[in-house]
């Protein structure tokens, strides 16, 4: 039976104000695909934003991975017309495009933006593997090798993320019509998995090892917690007061990877932000350990009550070195550990804070690991990490996933 499968899906952040501002700005991405299907529609998205937004046209193109050659132009339409109207708030399907997809194919994607228009929310990748995005100035069917655009213009906050990342506008996932039996893996986690250090390579094994047999999304928003929604910060601190960090887990879950297509595997990663942040912003009262897991288990029920498996992970090592409220935050972490080592209502669980941590101090990440804070893996890290979860569930995927 032929069903729509997320070749791609990226959680659309909501940064509360313009995050980016384009105009005449063309658009390119570049995004890994392993399916094999004979149609494409993608998710054209406008969420939290205050006003409409105007793709003026957009096409896609499939490359060769091996070979390089490109198939396309292939239009993106919406309800018949190239010109694409999104109202503040939605996020629509572009109309079927016919195509002939393989697992070798990569989506190349572009879309020009002629008038002024502001972006409240964006996708946003670190490790650029599975996907990266430009910008550049003058509409791509004109005039296609133009200069990249400021990026500190297009978006002064975002191009100045001390990490450094690519972002993608009006477009949060691409799904592939398939008549194939395909897994879908679904990332839920905080900044560790928003990152994609670990998502991209775990993407670059499971694509290798199963050609159109599964497919990842991404579910992870930076600063995430299971319990809380976004802490409050003052404007002057942080633009939108804290809304990048998202609602918390267990009230997004469904909205974000339950909305358009059911994972048959739930990978949940988080807690880190829930032993810290609500210290670190002084909120009262303060989250517990308990309150945590209970979090984590209702998220567990969630998630099996729509027929996926669930597999957790105990909560790595934090950094925070030199903060006040460290102490106690690791307390809660390592109180958190010990209820998720006992047991939960998941199908598995992996030990991921024994792999990453310091044999010579279990309280910090191991050196060469993270990206000089302790807390978020580098690409060694990022490759680590991956290759535990391969090894655990996927490397027999049909036992296994």
């Known amino acids: 039976m032929e069903q729509w499968i997320p070749a791609f899906s990226y959680v659309a952040v909501d940064y509360n104000h313009a995050v ?12 890994r695909n392993n399916l094999r299907g004979n149609s494409v529609r993608l998710k054209l998205n406008n969420y939290y934003n205050q006003e409409p937004a105007v793709i003026d046209h957009g096409d896609f193109w499939l490359r060769d991975r091996v070979t390089g050659k490109k198939r396309g132009p292939f239009r993106i ?3 018949g017309k190239e010109e694409m109207y999104l109202p503040a708030g939605e996020a629509p399907f572009s109309d079927p495009a016919t195509a002939e997809v393989t697992p070798d194919d990569d989506f190349i994607v572009k879309m020009y933006f002629r008038g002024k228009t502001s972006f409240w929310s964006v996708c946003t990748s670190y490790a650029r593997r599975s996907w990266y995005a430009s910008q550049k100035k003058e509409d791509y069917r004109v005039n296609d090798w133009t200069f990249p655009a400021d990026r500190k213009t297009l978006s002064p906050m975002l191009a100045n993320d001390p990490y450094g990342m690519d972002f993608l506008v009006c477009l949060s996932e691409i799904q592939v019509k398939t008549e194939e ?5 679904a990332l839920m986690g905080d900044s560790v998995t928003a990152m994609s250090t670990y998502c991209d390579s775990l993407i670059s094994r499971l694509y290798s090892a199963y050609p159109g047999k599964i497919t990842v999304a991404n579910g992870g928003i930076n600063g995430n917690r299971i319990n809380r929604d976004y802490p409050a910060v003052p404007a002057a601190f ?10 918390a887990a267990k009230s997004r879950l469904m909205d974000d990877l339950y909305q358009d297509f059911t994972p048959d595997v739930l990978f949940i990663l988080e807690g880190v932000n829930d032993c810290s942040h609500s210290l670190a912003f002084r909120e009262e009262p303060p989250e517990n350990a308990e309150n945590i ?6 998220m567990i029920r969630m998630a099996k009550a729509k027929g996926s498996r669930v597999y957790v992970s105990t909560t790595g090592p934090f950094g925070g070195v030199g903060m006040g409220w460290r102490e ?3 307390r809660m972490r390592c109180a958190l550990n010990d209820l998720i ?3 939960t209502e998941a199908d598995d669980w992996i030990d991921l804070e024994a792999l990453m941590r310091d044999p010579d101090d279990p309280h910090f ?12 893996p580098n690409y060694f890290g990022g490759e680590k990490i991956a290759e535990a979860v391969f090894d655990r569930w996927f490397r027999s995927m049909p036992d296994k996933a």
């Open 328 to 330: 106690e935050g690791e």
């Open 293 to 298: 897991f209970a979090g984590l288990q209702e």
């Open 238 to 247: 942080a633009p939108g007061e804290g809304h990048q960090f998202g609602r």
């Open 20 to 31: 980016a501002t384009f105009e005449n700005i063309s658009q390119t991405a570049v995004i």
């Open 181 to 185: 039996k395909v897994t879908v893996l």
């Open 341 to 343: 080592r006992r047991g």
């Open 77 to 79: 339409t919406l309800e």
């Open 365 to 376: 990440m191991q050196e060469g690991m993270h990206l000089g804070d302790g807390v978020h």
